[in-house]
Nanobody, 123 residues
Framework: QVQLVESGGGLVQAGGSLRLSCAAS???????IGWFRQAPGKERDFVAA????????NYADSVKGRFTISRDIAKNTVYLQMTSLKPEDTAVYYC?????????????????WGQGTQVTVSS
């Protein structure tokens, strides 16, 4: 069993930056770590994913060029650096891990989830 804890959320003005962290405990991450977000009344959507061993990344079109996912193997932590934030980025951000068989953008590929961290971007 792996426990995931997100941190780094907060309130930021449009155009600002935040860095989210996802730390694993219990055991290390499964082969893929994803970041998802959920705004009130909306579905939980894919944001970014990274392969733990090889570092290969995937991004949603809406965040390409603005967000960067990375990992620190020594610290057992995954980061999501968010820049040029927009009000539409406001959501609860979740990290998840799992052995992805088909598509890292699919939330059903992940079987361990963190509790989420709120990101609010003011205009």
């Amino acid at each position: 069993q792996v426990q995931l804890v997100e941190s780094g959320g907060g309130l930021v003005q449009a155009g600002g930056s935040l860095r989210l962290s996802c730390a694993a405990s219990g055991r290390t991450f499964s082969d893929t770590i994803g970041w998802f977000r959920q705004a009130p009344g909306k579905e939980r959507d894919f944001v970014a994913a990274i392969n733990w061993s090889g570092g290969r990344t995937n991004y949603a079109d809406s965040v390409k060029g603005r967000f960067t996912i990375s990992r620190d193997i020594a610290k057992n932590t995954v980061y999501l650096q968010m820049t040029s934030l927009k009000p539409e980025d406001t959501a609860v951000y979740y990290c998840a891990t799992g052995r992805v068989l088909r598509d890292p953008r699919g939330k059903f590929e992940y079987n361990y989830w963190g509790q989420g961290t709120q990101v609010t971007v003011s205009s």
